[in-house]
């Protein structure tokens, strides 16, 4: 059985890489105005919804990054160390910027989950 997840896990950490890869490599053609990993993510997700990949294939993977989240925001943390003097000369503009994505995002979800939920009970919109 151990054999069997570690073959899935080497199998889903290929298709993860491969699609960061090709993710960088579009945004290296289109001029970087995207980011690769997000162009990448963007491809993994329409391979998965349209089968292209099998969900048990980075089921595995994707699980025990998930899980390991936290070691993946240490270089973002000392990255903003770094940066201390530009960040507070900044402070109030990255202040409104998060106060206003955040309402905005706190909006598009409660919108979303009425529709899917009228959509559930029977009220298609």
């Known amino acids: ?23 960088e490599a579009i945004a290296n053609i289109i001029g ?18 349209l089968k292209v990949v099998k969900a048990e294939y980075v089921k595995d993977a994707a699980t025990v990054i998930t899980k390991n989240m936290a070691i993946f925001f240490v270089p973002a943390s000392v990255g903003l160390m770094v ?12 202040m409104i910027s998060i106060m206003v994505s955040t309402i905005l995002t706190i909006i598009v979800v409660a919108f979303v989950q009425d529709r899917m939920e009228r959509r559930h009970k029977g009220g298609r919109l």
């Open 1 to 23: 059985m151990y054999f069997c997840t570690s073959i899935f896990m080497i199998k889903g950490l290929f298709f993860i890489l491969l699609f960061y890869l090709l993710g």
């Open 32 to 49: 970087g105005y995207i980011p690769g990993s997000v162009i990448g993510m963007m491809l993994l997700f329409v391979s998965l919804i």
């Open 83 to 94: 940066y201390t003097e530009v960040l507070s000369r900044s402070i109030w503009a990255i």
